[in-house]
């Protein structure tokens, strides 16, 4: 809703999941990310399906000139990162949350003016188990076709600042992030390499190298999940977003992100068929590569009965939004 320089969004959906009576051995703890407020609720949860109602963005956004301001749940495009994220805008997800369409969003406070060059301010309210709230800066301006920006701040309670980069070649678009972090007393270093590509309308693939040195190579799949960027346990990885148009209403969606140390592999391959301007379904299908006490596909043993690993799963669920 728009009203001369106001706008007021909403974006609400609803998942209907259905499964198999397959009831784990033990309670299974919710990890879905913390809000300052309450986004999301669950409509009803049985042995065989739930529904999750979630508010996906909800807004308020001021225009006067080259000054905008947004207060509430939004999208906050901090980095070039279409499948990493080298700076931590977002909260944790489990890795099984992939949509490319719907990018995450989160509490904040948007401060931009756009003049000679853009000026992007950001506060962010802590979320739980965060001792200090966090804010972003970035300073950005295209020069000769070359979108250049600078970036600072602080996140997940640690200092950052770095720079990034987008520009085309040929008829790809190549994206380049290198941010640095201060936490402990010591230097942390995050980076990553995306290069676009459209092959014909219906066909178009992303591809991305991370550096994450948060990581380490390690056995144990509890280790590594400290830092909210990147919820991997290694230090290199690869991944990729290929999708097909079949249909206007259809797509076909392969996603592949690789532990190149391991290494292991995690596949989602999912179809997303839109019924109508408000009603899609989707079904797919998680895939983990890997064999030992690799990331993906790996076990690593609680107990002599249960082993914890990365499950390979089948969905279908169905989304209402309005």
Same mark, same amino acid.
């Given at each position: 809703?728009?009203?001369? #320089?106001?706008?007021?969004?909403?974006?609400?959906? @609803?998942?209907?999941?259905?499964?198999?009576?397959?009831?784990?051995?033990?309670?299974?703890?919710?990890?879905?990310?913390?809000?300052?407020? *309450?986004?999301?609720?669950?409509?009803?949860?049985?042995?065989?399906?739930?529904?999750?109602?979630?508010?996906?963005?909800?807004?308020?956004?001021?225009? /006067?000139?080259?000054?905008?301001?947004?207060? =509430?749940?939004?999208?906050?495009?901090? $980095?070039?990162?279409?499948?990493?994220?080298?700076?931590?805008?977002?909260? *944790?997800?489990?890795?099984?949350?992939?949509?490319?369409?719907?990018?995450?969003?989160?509490?904040?406070?948007?401060?931009? #003016?756009?003049?000679?060059?853009?000026?992007?301010?950001?506060?962010?309210?802590?979320?739980?188990?965060?001792?200090?709230?966090?804010?972003?800066?970035?300073?950005?301006?295209?020069?000769?076709?070359?979108?250049?920006?600078? @970036?600072?701040?602080?996140?997940?309670?640690?200092?950052?600042? $770095?720079?990034?980069?987008?520009?085309?070649?040929?008829?790809?678009?190549?994206?380049?992030?290198?941010?640095?972090?201060?936490?402990?007393?010591?230097?942390? =270093?995050?980076?990553?390499?995306?290069?676009?590509?459209?092959?014909?309308?219906?066909?178009?693939?992303?591809?991305?190298?991370?550096?994450?040195?948060?990581?380490?190579?390690?056995?144990?799949?509890?280790?590594?999940?400290?830092? *909210?960027?990147?919820?991997?346990? $290694?230090?290199?990885?690869?991944?990729?977003?290929?999708?097909?148009?079949?249909?206007?209403?259809?797509?076909?969606?392969? &996603?592949?992100? &690789?532990?190149?140390?391991?290494?292991?592999?995690?596949?989602?391959?999912?179809?997303?068929?839109?019924?109508?301007?408000?009603?899609?379904?989707?079904?797919?299908?998680?895939?983990?590569?890997?064999?030992?006490?690799?990331?993906?596909?790996?076990?690593?043993?609680?107990?002599?009965?249960?082993?914890? $690993?990365?499950?390979?799963?089948?969905?279908?669920?169905? *989304?209402?939004? /309005?």
């Amino acid at each position: 809703m728009t009203y001369r #320089w106001a706008r007021l969004e909403i974006a609400n959906e @609803t998942f209907f999941h259905y499964r198999r009576n397959n009831p784990s051995l033990i309670p299974v703890p919710d990890f879905s990310p913390q809000s300052a407020w *309450r986004p999301q609720w669950t409509l009803f949860d049985s042995t065989n399906a739930d529904a999750l109602n979630r508010f996906d963005r909800a807004f308020m956004q001021l225009e /006067f000139g080259d000054f905008k301001t947004t207060f =509430g749940k939004q999208v906050v495009p901090m $980095g070039v990162g279409q499948i990493f994220n080298a700076v931590s805008q977002i909260q *944790r997800y489990p890795l099984i949350f992939i949509d490319p369409e719907f990018p995450k969003t989160e509490d904040a406070a948007t401060f931009i #003016w756009s003049g000679p060059f853009q000026v992007e301010a950001r506060y962010l309210p802590k979320s739980p188990g965060q001792q200090t709230d966090n804010f972003h800066f970035r300073m950005k301006k295209t020069i000769s076709g070359i979108d250049i920006a600078l @970036t600072g701040g602080r996140s997940d309670n640690k200092t950052f600042f $770095g720079g990034e980069s987008a520009f085309n070649v040929g008829q790809g678009l190549l994206r380049v992030e290198l941010v640095s972090y201060f936490s402990n007393q010591k230097h942390y =270093g995050q980076g990553l390499l995306g290069f676009d590509y459209v092959f014909s309308p219906a066909w178009s693939s992303k591809w991305e190298v991370f550096y994450n040195s948060f990581g380490e190579v390690t056995q144990n799949p509890l280790t590594g999940l400290f830092h *909210r960027s990147a919820p991997f346990q $290694g230090t290199w990885y690869a991944g990729n977003v290929t999708t097909w148009e079949i249909h206007p209403l259809l797509k076909a969606n392969l &996603v592949s992100i &690789v532990n190149l140390k391991d290494p292991s592999a995690l596949f989602h391959f999912f179809l997303n068929y839109s019924i109508s301007n408000s009603w899609d379904l989707l079904a797919g299908q998680f895939l983990n590569v890997g064999s030992g006490t690799s990331e993906f596909g790996g076990q690593f043993r609680l107990t002599p009965v249960m082993s914890l $690993g990365q499950p390979d799963i089948s969905y279908a669920a169905l *989304r209402w939004y /309005f």
